[in-house]
């Protein structure tokens, strides 16, 4: 997934005359903004500074995103927490409008009421998948983020097909995943637990998995010091203890918490907003709302991290265009035979890369004849082989 060169800009929808620093000039403030240094530990850095140094010259401030609502957003800045209207980076595209984690231009303090975000600068990594809608629109989650924190409860049957979709969303953002199974101490079984983790690093290949509990105090050492290294985001469904662990790295209950109900493990809404909190020990935190849904969205290259295994083993089918179906000489159909590739992982593969397939042809007329023109091919090979195989020629 490519990410925009710039959200939003709003030299194009504000003359020079309505500027933060010609209102200050008429007025006579002074421009100079607080030192941008402070946001430090929300992840500012030399590379950021240069990719504000325009807007700087207008006299705006820099801040990142805590948080949004509809048409409004929280920023910190290095003068703290500042308000401000969304109306100059709201464009039609969905995958383009701000969210939390986003470095943003905003109004100074003696600009008026109301402040605006005037513009973003470009995402680093983005976090997106497709919205539970019929009209085929991608959602972003977080932006900037260097570490996808794929949280799954081990009070309930693991489901490793959704680790296998969280996965692929979180390589393709640019992020680093990583897999926490919460809840461990629900697992006393120590031999019972390393089978688990097995399970799941089948899925994850190039991926660590960690066994977590905030009870006991399993991984959390580890968890930390992850966290610790740059802006994290909690990825999750309802109930799996994202809230317990956020307020573990934060060191105190800032996220409400609710029981998951024993039938299934499975809980309610706890987190309705995605907040960004900086960690008392180093590092950024994004604590997002469980997700009912795990839509691909344009995660091709995702895909392909996840079943790396299958990708390689396709680099030596006697054909580059191999299906993995009926053809002669494929390499992947004959790992499932003697045993090295587990079937599931192939269905699995063909799934995820059909779905990501379809999506993009809603959005691509090319795309969409091809896959016309290939299914048309299938059918007929089909209809041949049927009547070949009843003795009909035509």
Not at 33 to 53: E, K, Q, T, V
Not at 110 to 131: I, M
Not at 138 to 162: F, K
Not at 207 to 233: F, I, Y
Request: net charge negative.
């Amino acid at each position: 997934m490519s990410f925009p060169s710039s959200l939003s800009s709003s030299s194009s929808s504000s003359s020079s005359s309505s500027s933060p620093s010609a209102r200050s000039a008429r007025h006579g403030h002074s421009t100079a903004p607080a030192d941008p240094s402070a946001l430090r530990a929300y992840g500012w850095d030399d590379d950021w500074a240069a990719a504000f140094a325009p807007h700087a010259a207008r006299g705006l401030l820099p801040g990142r995103v805590v948080r949004v609502d509809r048409g409004q957003c929280d920023l910190v800045t290095a003068a703290g927490i500042v308000r401000a209207d969304t109306a100059f980076v709201t464009p039609h595209d969905p995958l383009r409008v701000i969210c939390t984690g986003d470095w943003a231009a905003v109004d100074p303090e003696d600009a008026g009421d109301p402040r605006y975000v005037r513009a973003c600068l470009p995402r680093r990594t983005a976090f997106a998948r497709s919205t539970s809608s019929k009209r085929s629109e991608g959602q972003i989650l977080a932006a900037n983020v260097d570490h996808a924190i794929i949280t799954v409860s081990l009070a309930a049957e693991l489901d490793l097909g959704r680790i296998e979709r969280f996965l692929a969303l979180a390589w393709e953002s640019g992020a680093q995943p990583l897999v926490v199974l919460s809840k461990a101490d629900l697992v006393p079984d120590p031999v019972g637990l390393s089978y688990l983790v097995e399970d799941v690093e089948t899925v994850a290949p190039g991926v660590q998995v960690l066994p977590v509990s905030s009870l006991t105090g399993e991984g959390l050492d580890v968890l930390h010091a992850v966290a610790a290294g740059g802006t994290s985001v909690l990825l999750g469904v309802s109930g799996a203890g994202k809230s317990t662990l956020a307020n573990t790295l934060l060191g105190q209950d800032v996220m409400e918490v609710q029981a998951a109900r024993d039938v299934d493990g499975k809980g309610r809404h706890t987190t309705t907003t995605r907040n960004l909190l900086v960690l008392p020990g180093g590092g950024v935190l994004i604590d997002t709302p469980g997700l009912r849904g795990v839509g691909l969205w344009d995660a091709e290259a995702g895909v392909g991290q996840v079943f790396s295994e299958i990708e390689e083993l396709g680099a030596g089918c006697r054909f580059p265009d191999c299906a993995h179906e009926t053809e002669p000489g494929c390499a992947v159909t004959a790992a499932i035979e003697d045993g090295t590739l587990p079937e599931r992982r192939l269905d699995s593969y063909r799934k995820l890369l059909r779905e990501n397939q379809r999506l993009a042809a809603k959005t691509d007329a090319r795309l969409r004849t091809e896959m016309l023109k290939d299914w048309k091919r299938k059918g007929a090979e089909g209809r041949a082989a049927m009547d070949a195989k009843r003795g009909r020629f035509r």
